[in-house]
């Protein structure tokens, strides 16, 4: 393709989808103890479920700018004429301001994208972009592309304590319900690139429940594709893929799946979250 992908591993798009697409992934790490650990490669979601209930001190890190300089050389090798990279929000990592860093010494023209998503949600702004690169689409469509699919995104989650939010610094918002986060099970979403509120409900299946009814009203009747993530929570995110199914008559493809190392050590055991991305 004329232009290239890069995104960072926080996308959560699988080995087969990536391979289609030819996109490169750059992955950030997480830091357990003294040892830091590429996500997706060592740092697996057992990993990390199994640090945090130890109590291991975790924390991640954005990847280093070179890592980004050197997948754009490659794309540059490959006979690529420009890169679209496409990152999780720069409110939530650093890893957008590394592409930028490395995007300014490029042997082509690198557009660096925020996609003010993460996970799956950012994955739907990768696939849309290329969607556009192998239609022949330009530099500017195909960062168009993403962009657009970005801003009719939407992602909501269920988590079931704001503990390990609170440890990582990546609540927002969202700290105003600390004072009662022992009697209510916190609904939260993405909104300007952030982790913030959305409701409180007092018991987990509640809080299932009304996760599950937000995500149909957002879908409506459009076409929509839709991922499930999950940390260490199968059966509830099958059981949760499964009622969406029924429900959402414009269901074009649905993703199920754990979420990687990352947001898995922000966000704890538990996790079940719906991304709603019309198409």
């Known amino acids: 393709m004329p232009v290239a992908l890069v995104t960072d591993s926080t996308a959560y798009l699988s080995d087969e989808v990536i ?5 490169d992934v750059v992955p950030l790490s997480v830091v357990l103890g003294d040892e830091v650990l590429a996500e997706g490669v060592e740092a697996t979601p057992a990993v990390v479920v199994e640090a945090l209930q130890r109590r291991v001190k975790i924390t991640t890190s954005r990847p280093n700018p070179e890592a980004f300089a050197a997948a754009y050389r490659a794309a540059a090798e490959r006979g690529a004429d420009a890169v679209v990279s496409l990152h999780l929000s720069a409110e939530l990592s650093g890893t957008y301001a590394a592409a930028l860093m490395a995007a300014e010494a490029a042997p082509l023209p690198v557009r660096v994208v925020d996609t003010r998503m993460i996970g799956m949600a950012q994955g739907y702004c990768v696939l849309a972009a290329a969607g556009a690169a192998q239609a022949g689409g330009t530099l500017d469509e195909v960062v168009a592309a993403a962009e657009k699919r970005a801003g009719a995104t939407t992602a909501f989650f269920y988590v079931d304590t704001l503990e390990y939010l609170r440890r990582g610094g990546r609540i927002g918002a969202a700290r105003a319900m600390l004072g009662s986060a022992l009697a209510v099970k916190p609904l939260l979403h993405l909104a300007d690139g952030r982790i913030q509120p959305l409701e409180k409900v007092r018991t987990s299946s509640r809080a299932i429940a009304r996760l599950e009814e937000i995500a149909i009203q ?13 940390l260490a929570a199968e059966e509830g995110a099958r059981m949760l893929a499964e009622r969406l199914r029924e429900r959402i008559p414009g269901l074009r493809e649905m993703y199920v799946g754990e979420v990687g190392a990352v947001i898995g050590a922000h966000v704890g055991p538990g996790l079940l979250a719906v991304v709603v991305s019309p198409v």
């Open 218 to 230: 957002q879908a409506g009747a459009a076409e929509v594709d839709l991922a499930v993530h999950h």
């Open 19 to 23: 391979a289609r697409h030819g996109v």
